[in-house]
């Protein structure tokens, strides 16, 4: 026999005389014998070579046959491995039928008749050897179809290869094409149009009338124009049409396509491609909506100040600029917050924190404010950050805070009447009502009854003003959360000692030529000597370099550049330095977080603090204020 024909026998037992036997027996068919004298052998000749016939002794000691051959069959190699059990002992029918459960297909008894073993194990050592011709015939088969099918294959390759990246550019860029035969009114469409327009993405196509329907009337017109074109227009054509989906949406597209013409010269075929553009639509209407939205509110704030412009009053110029700026800053405030929120909202608690801030910090408490968690409505919250600015403006002049023992409350509370605000006044110099009503009085009269539609009460009692207002509730919304407890306004921003000297020499940094020359008269009036305004990030880097300076006031955006690069070269130096900022103070970059923050617009009075004690030295840096 072809040593390449020869199959493997593999026999298991724990005797090395029996497997002797077995040897002696099967040699003359002429196959290769595997002997094994335990399991795990048996399964290391399984997994090192294919074998056509095991032959298994059922009692062993470390593991029975029945085990073994379990195993055998739940590897996935061995399941048509063919098993012959042989047993001397157990032999009962329940042990034959539990031999042939477990994939036996054989039992042989004990004594062994050599003849009847020779010629089973034959049967099946022939039948594997067939099925593995068989095998390799199929696989000679398949090669040979391979071949003939390989030119067939390798021109289709290349097309598919090009089908594909052209199905993949038209899907990346959102697009869809069409095929329409204008002789017989057939349309052929892709996937991707198909659900441009609301068919399923399995539709393939349809008729011309049909695909017509689909286009908003409106549009119908155009889109005809540039199927079937004028007497003379062929070539690439292209405009932009909607298309009206059965769910009633709408999907703008952008249709160019090519026409072709028979010889007499009807149009006899138009292919075109149609872009998906409805999110750049809706980008631009919602660019368009909120550009007028942001004039909108621009307007709205400027006219607001100029309503302060023309309704303070003030014995000086001084007087007169700290007032305004003062309820330009409350303003500047409610927009900060507004803008955190996208214009959804400001919770009162947060509005109540930053108007009182100020105030913070002392060992007694001077302003206490207490209610449940609410968010108010954007002019309701502009509203209200008037309102407590004037409040606390006066309270400061003439009332409870102007004195070190005065106090303030605020609660708030939900009423019948919407939300109800309580301040009250206790400690301060003996009050009485005004001769006349002020621009405070009037702002929040006018804001609270003729705005909000709300309710004003002011009583001014000789220990203190109380008041109370209260505020529809389509102005706010009640949050589903616990209420904080009362607690004391948070504090301040604290000073710096050791004044710089008159005449220092202080680094200006700021690109908006009205802000810079506001600053720079500022710092001439206090006796500085001003470096500036630089408005160029590269001329302010050299400057924070090479300038003999004690102090620095930098722009945090600087043409549209960070300006921490000024901000690291001062560090370096020990030159104390703050930010001013358009952004909110928490947009600072962290390894900045104990450098002083004014958020604009900026008031002169507060930045004139800052700048009458600030501590300079040779390795000090600013600290928080």
Avoid at 575 to 589: E, H, K, L, R
């Amino acid at each position: 026999m072809d040593g390449d024909d020869k199959v493997n026998i593999l026999l298991v037992d724990d005797q090395p005389a029996k497997l002797l036997t077995y040897e002696a027996v099967l040699k003359d068919l002429g196959e290769n014998l595997l002997v094994a004298n335990s399991a795990r052998q048996a399964f290391e000749h399984l997994l090192r070579t294919d074998v056509a016939v095991v032959l298994v002794d059922v009692y062993m000691p470390d593991l029975d046959g029945f085990e073994l051959a379990r195993m055998i069959r739940d590897h996935p190699r061995f399941q048509q491995t063919a098993i012959i059990f042989i047993s001397a002992v157990l032999l009962t029918d329940l042990d034959f039928l539990r031999g042939y459960e477990v994939g036996a297909v054989d039992y042989v008894p004990v004594p062994v008749v050599p003849e009847i073993l020779r010629a089973k194990v034959k049967i099946f050592a022939e039948l594997y050897r067939k099925s593995r011709q068989l095998e390799r015939l199929n696989r000679e088969l398949e090669q040979r179809v391979a071949e003939r099918t390989a030119a067939l294959e390798a021109s289709t390759a290349e097309l598919r290869r090009k089908e594909e990246r052209l199905q993949l550019a038209f899907d990346a860029a959102h697009m869809g094409w069409c095929d329409c035969d204008l002789d017989t009114g057939e349309v052929r469409w892709s996937s991707r149009l198909a659900q441009m327009i609301g068919l399923p993405a399995d539709s393939e196509g349809g008729s011309f009338a049909e695909f017509l329907n689909h286009v908003v009337p409106e549009d119908r017109e155009r889109f005809l124009a540039l199927v079937q074109g004028g007497p003379e227009s062929t070539g690439s054509q292209g405009g932009e049409l909607r298309f009206s989906r059965p769910d009633g949406s709408i999907r703008w597209s952008f249709a160019a396509g090519q026409l072709i013409r028979q010889e007499d010269p009807r149009p006899m075929r138009f292919t075109g491609v149609f872009l998906d553009i409805t999110e750049r639509k809706k980008a631009e209407e919602q660019k368009s909506i909120l550009m007028r939205e942001v004039d909108h509110r621009a307007k709205n704030l400027l006219a607001v100040v100029q309503s302060m412009l023309n309704l303070s009053k003030a014995e000086t110029t001084a007087e007169f600029i700290t007032a305004v700026s003062g309820r330009i800053k409350a303003l500047s405030l409610a927009h900060t917050l507004l803008s955190e929120s996208r214009w959804q909202g400001v919770e009162l608690e947060r509005l109540v924190e930053e108007e009182t801030a100020p105030f913070g910090g002392q060992e007694v408490p001077r302003i206490r404010f207490e209610g449940p968690p609410v968010s108010l409505q954007p002019a309701a919250a502009q509203c209200l950050a008037v309102t407590l600015h004037e409040l606390i403006t006066n309270a400061a002049k003439y009332g409870a805070l102007s004195s070190t023992t005065g106090t303030v409350t605020l609660e708030w509370e939900l009423g019948a009447e919407g939300l109800v605000l309580h301040w009250v006044e206790r400690g301060g110099p003996p009050v009485s009502p005004p001769a006349r009503r002020g621009f405070g009085t009037k702002a929040m009269v006018a804001s609270i009854e003729q705005q909000l539609g709300g309710r004003l009460n002011l009583d001014w009692r000789p220990d203190g003003l109380h008041l109370d207002l209260s505020i529809p509730k389509e102005s706010f919304l009640a949050l589903d959360r616990p209420q904080a407890p009362s607690r004391p306004a948070q504090p301040g921003a604290g000073m710096l000692s050791s004044p710089l000297a008159a005449g220092s020499r202080i680094l200006l940094v700021e690109d908006e030529a009205l802000i810079g020359a506001m600053f720079k008269q500022l710092l001439s009036d206090l006796g500085f000597e001003v470096v500036g305004p630089i408005a160029s990030l590269e001329m302010a880097v050299a400057a924070a370099h090479g300038e003999e300076v004690q102090g620095a006031i930098l722009d945090v955006n600087l043409g549209g550049m960070p300006i921490y690069p000024v901000a690291d070269a001062l560090e370096a130096r020990g030159i104390p330095f703050v930010f001013v900022t358009g952004y909110s103070a928490s947009s600072i970059d962290r390894r900045f977080a104990g450098i002083p923050v004014f958020e604009k617009p900026v008031q002169p009075d507060k930045l004139s603090e800052l700048l009458a004690n600030w501590r300079v030295g040779p390795a000090e840096v600013a600290v928080a204020v």
